[in-house]
């Protein structure tokens, strides 16, 4: 009850948004959800925004039907890593090892980020590691490796 109490504080209720103005994991079942909340957002998604989009993405590349669909159209993506390319110099230590780790998860299921993403993202992490907690270099690490 007292988490319910203090997630709903923070704007978070059963079925609703959640912080960022990307639903949650189970608000987005698909990569074209994803995809589409995205380019409904467009210029305006903030860097948590795009975590999330990232972290989502990489938990459905998990999924056969989902990986099928990345491996179909992989250009459906492009909006969103251009976006993010862009948003780097914003991103703060969190959503720069999220971002990583999500885009690492897509890699393994076969969906390949532009070189420049991942330089922007290399550079940006080189600068932002002093900053970033125990969870947050774990993620990078294993994100680039």
Same mark, same amino acid.
């Given at each position: 009850?007292?988490?319910?109490?203090?997630? @709903?504080?923070?704007?978070c209720? +059963? &079925?609703?948004r959640?912080?960022?103005? *990307?639903?949650?994991?189970?608000? $987005? +079942?698909t990569v074209?959800?994803v *995809?589409?909340?995205?380019?409904?957002?467009?210029?305006?998604?903030?860097?948590?925004?795009?975590? =999330?989009?990232?972290?989502? $993405?990489g938990?459905?590349?998990?999924?056969?039907?989902?990986?099928? *669909?990345l491996? &179909?159209? +992989?250009g459906m $993506?492009? +909006? #969103?890593?251009a976006?993010?390319?862009q948003?780097?110099?914003?991103?703060?230590a969190? =959503?720069l090892?999220t971002? *990583?780790?999500g #885009?690492?998860?897509?890699? =393994?299921?076969?969906?390949?980020?532009s070189? @420049?993403?991942? !330089?922007? $993202?290399?550079?940006?992490c080189?600068?932002?590691?002093p !900053?970033?907690?125990?969870q947050?270099? =774990?993620?990078?690490?294993?994100?680039f490796?």
């Amino acid at each position: 009850m007292l988490l319910r109490a203090g997630l @709903a504080r923070l704007g978070c209720r +059963p &079925g609703w948004r959640c912080l960022s103005s *990307v639903p949650r994991r189970g608000g $987005l +079942p698909t990569v074209q959800e994803v *995809v589409d909340a995205h380019a409904k957002k467009g210029k305006r998604c903030t860097p948590k925004d795009l975590r =999330s989009s990232w972290n989502t $993405l990489g938990k459905l590349a998990c999924q056969p039907n989902e990986r099928r *669909v990345l491996q &179909g159209t +992989p250009g459906m $993506l492009h +909006p #969103l890593a251009a976006d993010t390319e862009q948003e780097l110099p914003k991103f703060d230590a969190r =959503s720069l090892a999220t971002t *990583v780790n999500g #885009l690492a998860k897509l890699h =393994s299921s076969g969906w390949r980020a532009s070189d @420049a993403l991942w !330089t922007g $993202l290399a550079t940006h992490c080189t600068t932002r590691a002093p !900053t970033m907690n125990a969870q947050e270099l =774990s993620n990078t690490v294993h994100g680039f490796a």
